[in-house]
Antibody, heavy 120, light 109 residues
Framework: QVQLQESGPGLVKPSETLSLTCTVS????????WSWIRQPPGKGLEWIGY???????NYNPSLKSRVTISVDTSKNQFSLKLSSVTAADTAVYYC??????????????WGQGTLVTVSS | EIVLTQSPGTLSLSPGERATLSCRAS???????LAWYQQKPGQAPRLLIY???SRATGIPDRFSGSGSGTDFTLTISRLEPEDFAVYYC??????????FGPGTKVDIK
């Protein structure tokens, strides 16, 4: 069974860079697409971006200028960096395995999520 | 940008009743690329339906999805106690590539 686990600081200061890592177990990261999604407290879900093991990527235009997603196949991990954060970036951040084919697309497996608060 | 609207915002039902949740898109969405998720408090979303009508692995057959174009429906034939949760629809294909609806909360009447 594929499992994903987010890790990283729970508190980030305004204007700094948020950095999170997702460790994948029960399957190789060298296939599929790997994505980050966030959910502000009490609100809905926002897709941040994805990267494939081969390096193709796509980001939400609303965040594109501040986001970098990278994959480390040697560690079976992928990471999120979000720069110049503000209080509006406070959210639960989820990592997820994304399946995209010619006939379907869905976020199949999710991490448990990690709350990141932006505050001085 | 394709905007997804879900209705009702809250659905109050009793166990054993049928739940019908609606997801409407501002533009046509390929039925291949419409998915539904369930989220319980303090938990991550769980994939229920992909391709508008295919159940994900391990999802009971009381969950079914249908629809095409701009109108999609998630039906729970008989509500079990563990089905009371928030349900999100999600589309793929229009920039931003992935968007979610605001959710429908199914709570106990």
């Amino acid at each position: 069974q594929v499992q994903l686990q987010e890790s990283g600081p729970g508190l980030v200061k305004p204007s700094e860079t948020l950095s999170l890592t997702c460790t994948v177990s029960g399957g190789s990261i060298s296939t599929y697409y790997w994505s980050w999604i966030r959910q502000p407290p009490g609100k809905g879900l926002e897709w941040i971006g994805y990267m494939s093991y081969s390096g193709s990527s796509n980001y939400n235009p609303s965040l594109k200028s501040r986001v970098t997603i990278s994959v480390d196949t040697s560690k079976n991990q992928f990471s999120l960096k979000l720069s110049s954060v503000t209080a509006a970036d406070t959210a639960v951040y989820y990592c997820a395995r994304l399946r995209i084919t010619a006939t379907t697309s869905a976020f199949e497996y999710w991490g448990q999520g990690t709350l990141v608060t932006v505050s001085s | 940008e394709i905007v997804l609207t879900q209705s009702p915002g809250t659905l109050s039902l009793s166990p054993g009743e049928r739940a019908t949740l609606s997801c409407r898109a501002s533009q046509s969405v390929s039925s291949s690329y419409l998915a539904w998720y369930q989220q319980k408090p303090g938990q991550a979303p769980r994939l229920l339906i992909y391709g508008s009508s295919s159940r994900a692995t391990g999802i009971p057959d009381r969950f079914s999805g249908s629809g095409s174009g701009t109108d999609f429906t998630l039906t729970i034939s008989r509500l079990e106690p563990e089905d009371f949760a928030v349900y999100y629809c999600q589309q793929y294909g229009s920039s931003p590539l992935f968007t979610f609806g605001p959710g429908t909360k199914v709570d106990i009447k």
